[in-house]
């Protein structure tokens, strides 16, 4: 089985599967002022991680979508992330926003450990946010935080996922560690979370937390293309053990923020999917579609 070999060829690849479209749980929009100076730290890659990483989708908001759309994309999440005090409630503010006037998108909520985290992300999920992304490596904070655990509990409650970047890839943090955000799955074993980037690159580990806890997920975000086979390789026995887990994968691209066409992460998914008699079509269709769907409450 192989996936699309362009960008051009996703849609045919798609209806080939029987499927009415994509469902990605890991993008990124953000308010302008803010993209910009995120485009700039990728700009400065080479610097911060050794490696170029040109944004592949550096165009105007509109064009982006727009590109989403000749995809077949047809529900994503529109991640948001604090990087210091301050800054959550706004953003999150900006993506309820942006997920209730943008055609396929769901309205995201970011949280930051302070005080009045609860009162904001609980105005948002009242808002109808149906997903919440945490940035472990880039806000610099521990998930253990006890001005989280509210947050955490309130989130296991709604039944809401969280898009969890907990893992040491690109770069380990001050709090990053799958061992880490474990100590937050003790306590809220209900939580759904997704871990972002399969854990990278931590990926067996990862999988070992899907195994233990029923409402962990790993996302696809740069898992196996090969930009990221160079520094964290996927093990030799992955689609074998994500056999055992197929209805926990999820889709994610970090869209518009990679070095290369969307096309090959789906190539990369496809190879798995290949690699084990177990998998198929119908863990494409899950992965893609279904499983997103399902977590995003998505009716497409």
């Known amino acids: 089985m192989t996936g699309p070999g362009s960008d051009g060829e996703v849609p045919a690849w798609l209806s080939g599967l029987g499927l009415p479209g994509l ?39 509109e064009t982006r979508l727009q590109v989403l759309r000749e995809l077949g994309v047809t529900t994503f999440a529109p991640l948001v992330y604090a990087h210091k005090p301050g800054m959550a409630e ?66 296991a409650e709604a039944g809401v996922p969280v898009v969890v970047h907990c893992g040491h890839g690109p770069l380990p943090g001050a709090h990053t560690g799958l061992d880490v955000f474990e100590e937050v799955l003790r306590r809220h074993p209900e939580l759904v979370a997704v871990l972002a980037h399969a854990g990278m690159p931590d990926h067996g580990i990862a999988l070992d937390l899907v195994g233990k806890y029923p409402r962990v997920h790993i996302d696809t975000t740069m898992v196996g293309v090969a930009f990221s086979e160079h520094f964290a390789a996927l093990p030799a026995d992955w689609s074998a053990r994500l056999a055992d887990h197929a209805d926990r994968v999820v ?50």
């Not at 002022?33 to 400065?44: E, H, N, P, Q, S």
């Not at 970090?254 to 496809?270: T, V």
């Open 251 to 300: 889709l994610g691209t970090d869209f518009p923020n990679i070095p290369y066409p969307y096309a090959e992460q789906l190539a990369a998914i496809a190879g798995w999917a290949a690699a084990d008699d177990r998998l198929g079509s119908e863990f494409l269709r899950a992965v893609l579609h279904d499983t997103p769907a399902r977590l995003l409450g998505a009716s497409s």
């Open 23 to 61: 469902v990605d749980i890991h993008t990124h929009f953000l308010p302008e002022r803010v993209l910009r100076k995120v485009w700039a730290y990728f700009d400065l890659a080479s610097e911060h991680y050794g490696v170029e990483w040109p944004i592949f989708y550096r165009h105007p908001e």
């Open 90 to 155: 706004w953003l999150t503010d900006w993506a309820v926003d942006f997920g209730q006037r943008t055609p396929g998108a769901v309205p995201t909520a970011t949280i930051f450990p302070e005080p009045e985290v609860t009162t904001y992300l609980a105005k948002a999920l009242d808002a109808g946010a149906r997903c919440v992304k945490v940035h472990v490596q880039v806000g610099a904070f521990d998930p253990r935080d006890d001005l989280l655990r509210p947050a955490w509990g309130m989130l």
